[in-house]
């Protein structure tokens, strides 16, 4: 395993062992993580975990939640139980090493999250290092957005809900590989200050809802000043839930 380091979110509630060298859990995770609908009693599953920081979220701010997170790199699971530990969440998660495409859970869950990579192979320069090579999606051209619906969809309960943070411009292949499966589709743009294009946004479907799609207002992210808005604060640092 590659040497690691310490990072910290929410205000240092949380604190994630990352590879040096692999993908590290940014300010997506936590807007993915603040944006999911989960009770106490229900059952999440994180696919693609990484070290599992977005589900570590989801769990610091709803109490009785459980969590699973699937992930194909061997080592970032090792990382994701140490980190369990270390936030002593190790009773309400589980991790499993598996390609998304592949698992296959014996119960359906209630809500699951995701953070696809980014980039498409063969349209970017492959990053050096393998680890974050294969969290950016460098490796496998076959592995489409299309995929990581799939894959939610066979393992959702009726009426759970999904929830991925994804780019912008691949919004309308989004909708595209949702089709007719899910409704109650809510988009959610994450402007990075105000009167600037969304790069990234959220986007939340109900599996075997027929309701009709909602474009939010969304969220600005930062003031003229480069500093967090107040409404990104409570959701970054205080653990808010999004919308």
């Not at 940014?26 to 603040?34: I, P, W």
């Not at 009770?39 to 977005?54: E, S, Y």
């Not at 799939?150 to 595209?176: P, V, Y």
């Amino acid at each position: 395993m590659s040497p690691t380091q310490e990072i910290y979110v929410l205000n240092k509630r949380l604190k994630l062992l990352h590879s040096e060298k692999g993908f590290k859990t940014s300010m997506d995770s936590v807007l993915l993580a603040a944006a999911c609908p989960a009770l106490a009693g229900d059952h999440i599953l994180d696919m693609g975990c990484g070290v599992g920081g977005a589900g570590f979220c989801v769990l610091s701010r709803v109490d009785g939640v459980r969590l699973t997170g699937v992930e194909i790199q061997a080592d970032h699971v090792e990382l994701a139980k140490q980190n369990a530990v270390v936030n002593l969440m190790q009773e309400r998660s589980d991790f499993i090493c598996s390609d998304i495409r592949a698992y296959k859970n014996e119960k359906a869950f209630h809500h699951i999250i995701c953070n696809p990579p980014y980039l498409e192979a063969g349209q970017h320069l492959r990053s050096p290092h393998e680890e974050k090579a294969t969290a950016m999606g460098h490796d496998d051209a076959e592995l489409s957005v299309k995929d990581w619906i799939d894959a939610a969809h066979f393992n959702l309960k009726s009426k759970g809900s999904l929830t991925m943070i994804h780019r912008a411009d691949k919004l309308d292949r989004i909708i595209l590989a949702i089709g007719k499966r899910f409704g109650a589709i809510e988009v959610i743009p994450l402007w990075p200050k105000e009167g600037v294009n969304a790069k990234r946004v959220i986007v939340r479907a109900i599996k075997d809802r027929q309701s009709p799609a909602t474009l939010h207002a969304g969220v600005v992210l930062h003031d003229e000043q480069g500093d967090y808005t107040p409404q990104a604060e409570k959701i970054l640092r205080d653990a808010e839930k999004l919308l």
